[in-house]
């Protein structure tokens, strides 16, 4: 007797399933929580014994469709690199999605065993995947870490202080794994998985508690000029583009700052170490520390670096924080023989080299004592160590600046979400200024306190509190979380003695025929 397989179309249908709501949960906005039930059509093929090969189709195709989604707005952008964008995004979208059938075609080979094992071991091998494919490679993206599907609810997001972006991935596909058993599991076992996945919702508590009486805060004003690339890189007008940023300052300033910020990009002259007469004379002029992105230029063997300067303009000290990773492509300068090959081909046009990794900077106050300012430049804030080391480094406040003109409103969106989970899993409050916006004061819980609407040019000021004790996962990071991920996995599938199902016992769907 053999072992009947679905019909190829159920299959098929299952993966488009899981694809499209794994597609709508990436996108900002309400559709996040999609996430917690999007992978279980996926995970109800394991019931059914596919072969490896067949699981890895599905999972192939749920990924196609997933990840054309999560990463369209790259289609969406107004990058022009020539043909390098369609390659790259041909390329990524390709090997993305074979990693997705890679985990389902090893979860099908267990499933061979034991489809519950196969589902206990889905959440580890799904987080070490998705680690795998959020670091900095030539080609490569973190948004669409299913962890992220949360960025936009807080109240569902507060276990990222404790075990970050990737632990909230597993708690997700740990709940999908859990619905796709469901019908499956006793009445004592629904019980227990339930309060089990209930656990990570206790942080959200935090959410309810009254704000202390007397917090020490900073007060940040944030200037979004809303400049279009194209007219920000003309000569001709770089005069009126800083009288607009003058001008947006002192609306901002109508009440006294600790901090005045300018987005990535907005001061186009070049620094160097000796810092810059003109910005030290606007900001004991306007009263207030300035931070400002500008280019670093080259010095000391170095090329071009994408920077972020404080000038405190009353004498102290000047501050720099480099762009640690600049975006693929187009703006990271070529590294290594595959992107030089692209580059010799026409296919990469970037030449920003990295920058070294900042240190907090020292912002002093107009009253009380100095505090340490983090800065994240643009597509830093989307790799969780970045802040993580500013925040064990003393940070007591994150400011991120960005510029997302050209990638469009849709990349604004994704990175400010991302930007919310990265003050919640260090506890601490970040400002958001982004030239075409959103720009944020967020708080150390995700919350948006006081925002400057995306797309026109405008000025604010608000007072964020200043973080307290660092949560659990600024000592544990993410390494640890995901190791922890890929033990369980370990254990689900390979520790315990394997016992093939006998082919007598298989349920045999209805209408299947055996032979």
Request: aromatic share 6%; charged share 15%; with cysteine.
């Amino acid at each position: 007797m053999g072992i009947p397989m679905p019909p190829p179309t159920r299959n098929l249908g299952l993966a488009l399933a899981s694809g499209a709501l794994l597609a709508a949960a990436s996108l900002p906005g309400p559709f996040g929580p999609l996430a917690l039930v999007a992978l279980a059509p996926l995970f109800h093929l394991l019931f059914q014994r596919p072969t490896p090969r067949h699981a890895g189709y599905a999972g192939f195709v749920a990924g196609i469709v997933f990840l054309a989604v999560a990463n369209g707005w790259v289609l969406d952008s107004s990058v022009r690199v020539g043909p390098a964008l369609a390659f790259g995004y041909a390329l990524l979208l390709t090997l993305l999605a074979a990693g997705v059938g890679g985990c389902m075609a090893m979860l099908a080979w267990i499933a061979t065993r034991s489809p519950m094992r196969a589902l206990a071991a889905a959440p580890g091998l799904w987080v070490g995947l998705e680690y795998a494919r959020s670091q900095d490679w030539p080609l490569s993206l973190p948004w669409t870490a299913l962890g992220y599907s949360l960025g936009d609810h807080a109240a569902l997001a507060q276990g990222a202080a404790w075990v970050g972006v990737y632990g909230l991935s597993f708690w997700i596909v740990a709940v999908n794994a859990f619905v796709a058993a469901l019908p499956r599991m006793s009445s004592a076992a629904r019980a227990a998985g339930l309060a089990l996945l209930a656990v990570p919702l206790w942080p959200a508590a935090a959410l309810l508690e009254a704000p202390p009486s007397a917090v020490d805060s900073v007060r940040v004003a944030a200037v979004q000029p809303n400049v279009a690339d194209a007219e920000r890189g003309d000569p001709s007008r770089y005069g009126a583009i800083l009288a607009s940023l003058v001008d947006l300052s002192r609306r901002a300033l109508d009440a006294p700052a600790d901090l005045l910020v300018w987005p990535e990009s907005a001061y186009r002259r070049a620094q160097s170490d000796a810092g810059d007469a003109f910005l030290r004379v606007l900001a004991h002029d306007l009263g207030v520390a300035l931070l400002t992105g500008a280019p670093r230029a080259p010095d000391a063997g170095r090329g071009w670096r994408n920077a972020a300067v404080l000038e405190p303009g009353d004498g102290g000290a000047r501050g720099v924080a480099e762009k640690a990773h600049p975006v693929a492509v187009f703006e990271r300068a070529p590294e290594g023989p595959f992107a030089r090959t692209l580059a010799r081909a026409g296919l990469w046009s970037g030449t920003v080299e990295r920058g070294v990794r900042a240190t907090p900077l020292a912002l002093r106050r107009a009253r009380g004592r100095a505090v340490a300012c983090g800065v994240l430049v643009c597509f830093d804030a989307s790799f969780p160590e970045v802040a993580r080391e500013l925040r064990r480094g003393g940070a007591q406040v994150l400011v991120a600046i960005a510029n997302e003109e050209s990638t469009g409103a849709w990349s604004a969106q994704l990175h400010a979400r991302a930007t919310r989970l990265r003050a919640i899993e260090n506890r601490i409050a970040i400002v958001r200024v982004a030239n075409t916006g959103p720009s944020l004061w967020i708080d150390a819980h995700g919350r948006i306190v006081a925002s400057l609407a995306a797309g026109e040019g405008a000025s604010g000021a608000h007072a964020v509190a200043l973080a307290g004790a660092p949560p659990p996962w600024v000592r544990l990071g993410d390494l640890s979380v995901v190791l922890a991920a890929l033990a369980s996995a370990a254990a689900a599938s390979l520790i315990a003695p394997f016992r093939r199902v006998p082919v007598t016992k298989l349920a045999i769907p209805s209408g299947a025929s055996t032979t």
